[in-house]
């Protein structure tokens, strides 16, 4: 380990500004390209990597193998990425939302939404077995690989599968809203 990062590293765990702005500085320099897609989650994977960054160092895991400056945009990058996927994977409409409006007085806002679903849940039953698995897979947030685990696929021939099912849904979707019409 360099001595200027062990320096930084023993200023910064005891609370020393210039040390403290330094690292902050590299945390929001590393962050700053997730920011858009963190969205209002943007200060608090701040907060959780800052609290990451200071139980890492503390209990040693940082050893050197590379400068502290790559090693702090790491942990950063891990963390906004988790951060990230973490969201992605818990859409929910507010319970308070459901029980002011009951399903029999939606707003006109909520009534398009629920005829989205309604046509969303329409396409998908005229899809394949397979595809709604897929579909249920991919909802679920899982990534091309562990879907290939679970399914025992190839990756690439799960893409194909996919891009079928996609093109399908589409067509199905096309002549189900010209049915409407």
């Not at 050893?63 to 090693?71: I, N």
């Not at 459901?98 to 989205?116: A, D, F, I, N, W």
């Not at 589409?170 to 002549?175: D, S």
Request: proline residues 2%.
């Amino acid at each position: 380990m360099r001595g200027s990062d062990k320096e930084l590293i023993q200023n910064f765990l005891a609370g020393d500004g210039k040390a403290v702005t330094e690292v902050d500085r590299w945390v929001h320099q590393a962050a700053a390209s997730y920011r858009r897609r963190l969205g209002g989650d943007w200060e608090d994977t701040l907060q959780d990597v800052h609290l990451e960054l200071t139980r890492l160092l503390r209990t040693g895991a940082f050893r050197g193998d590379s400068s502290l400056k790559t090693y702090l945009w790491r942990v950063v990058s891990h963390a906004c990425l988790d951060r990230i996927r973490a969201t992605a994977r818990r859409r929910f409409d507010p319970v308070e939302e459901v029980e002011q409006t009951g399903m029999l007085s939606l707003p006109p806002s909520q009534g398009k939404r629920h005829e989205q679903q309604d046509l969303l849940l329409r396409v998908l039953a005229e899809c394949s077995d397979e595809c709604q698995e897929l579909w249920r897979l991919l909802f679920a947030g899982l990534s091309y690989r562990e879907m290939s685990q679970k399914l025992d696929v190839a990756e690439g021939t799960l893409r194909v599968r996919v891009l079928r099912c996609r093109r399908r849904a589409l067509q199905v979707r096309g002549e189900l809203e010209s049915d409407e019409t």
